[in-house]
């Protein structure tokens, strides 16, 4: 496993007027053995940044260095990683088992120890049984197996992963999320993975990148990022959001934002200032619904509002909610048997201090 560290990376293609910026001063470190997650909508230079790791694409600007090793101007062979692509790249005319010995032989590896490597690696990944048979004899998912043990038997120092669950079905790709976790954390691989599923990320990574229009705008863990998001764009992208604009007032324990539908409290350690213009952010999972009138609790608040719309999600039930500024909340409650609020019902929606996040306006 090696440390991965970007220093300002910039790729810019084309050139004047022409130009475009895919990439703009990258700079991260990834510790040895992390999972860490690239995510951000199509578009946003996560997979150039996954290319230019991998030694498929020269940066305009800045360093790559693997370990204690600058692998900027290093072709793609010397740099000891190994990629997992999107379509898994598996070779048609070849078994599996010649796929998986494919690395270990560009290695110069002896016969031996390219079927030792192939069999310990088919092995993990469950795929033993079916080394005789070629790619097009395969499901979706047991190709993305084989490229899994591919990747692997080149006994790379980092591991890079280019949305390889996005050509599965929903239910095989809800399936293999922790089982690709599992087969990568028991290798102790230092792995990127690419991805513009916040679920997948969320529920796989150890530390997420959140990369919008070629910059990286947040890094933290995955609940660092859902609970507390920089800007708004994170809190839009990672989920559900709802959203309300004011200002900052009190101070200590008693520190809140003063908004049209009402006062919402802040937690204690909140860095806003009094005087401070800024937007709430509260997810709709965090809000207690309640009908009627409602006296907010200790450290919460009460935001009178009323039902403007339901929908039924199986296992919730979303509800609109218009607070008295004619802003749109969604609540999300579990979907129980009890008779569901009506559209038309005055409601309470009861928000605690701790479920606040505060953005910048």
């Known amino acids: 496993m090696k440390r991965i560290l970007l220093n300002d990376i910039t790729k810019l293609y084309g050139s004047g007027a022409a130009e475009t910026v895919a990439v703009k001063d990258v700079s991260l470190v990834i510790e040895p053995g992390e999972f860490f997650f690239l995510l951000g909508p199509s578009g946003c230079g996560k997979t150039t940044l996954l290319r230019i790791i991998a030694g498929l694409t020269a940066p305009t600007a800045g360093r790559v260095v693997l370990g204690d090793r600058d692998v900027t101007d290093d072709p793609v062979e010397k740099r000891h990683t190994a990629m997992v692509f999107q379509n898994y790249a598996l070779w048609p005319h070849m078994t599996v088992q010649q796929n998986v010995e494919f690395g270990p032989k560009m290695q110069g590896a002896a016969r031996s120890e390219r079927r030792r490597r192939a069999a310990q690696k088919l092995e993990l990944v469950e795929m033993g049984p079916l080394a005789a048979r070629k790619p097009n004899q395969l499901s979706g998912g047991q190709q993305q197996r084989v490229a899994l043990a591919r990747a692997l038997a080149a006994e790379p120092d980092c591991l890079l992963l280019d949305e390889p669950l996005s050509n ?98 802040l937690a204690g350690d909140c860095a806003a200032r009094a005087g401070q213009q800024v937007v709430c952010c509260v997810r709709p999972e965090r809000i207690r619904l309640e009908r009627g009138q409602a006296p907010a609790g200790v450290g919460a608040a009460a935001l009178p509002a009323v039902v403007t719309a339901r929908v039924y999600l199986g296992e919730l039930r979303q509800y609109v909610c218009r607070l008295a500024d004619s802003v749109d909340w969604r609540v999300s409650v579990l979907a129980d048997r009890r008779d569901p609020v009506e559209p038309g019902e005055a409601v309470t929606l009861h928000v605690s201090a701790d479920d606040v996040a505060v953005l910048p306006a």
């Open 168 to 265: 599965l079905d929903a239910r095989l790709r809800l399936h293999m999320r922790q089982e690709l976790r599992g087969l990568v954390k028991q290798t102790g691989t230092t792995a990127v993975y690419v991805t513009h599923d916040q679920k997948e990320a969320l529920s796989m990574a150890d530390r997420i990148a959140v990369m919008d229009a070629g910059e990286v705008v947040q890094v933290g863990s995955p609940q660092e990022v859902y609970d507390r998001p920089g800007t708004r764009f994170v809190a839009d992208f990672l989920g559900e959001a709802n959203f309300l604009p004011g200002a900052v007032a009190g101070a200590g324990e008693g520190l809140a934002v003063q908004t049209a539908a009402g006062r919402l409290p």
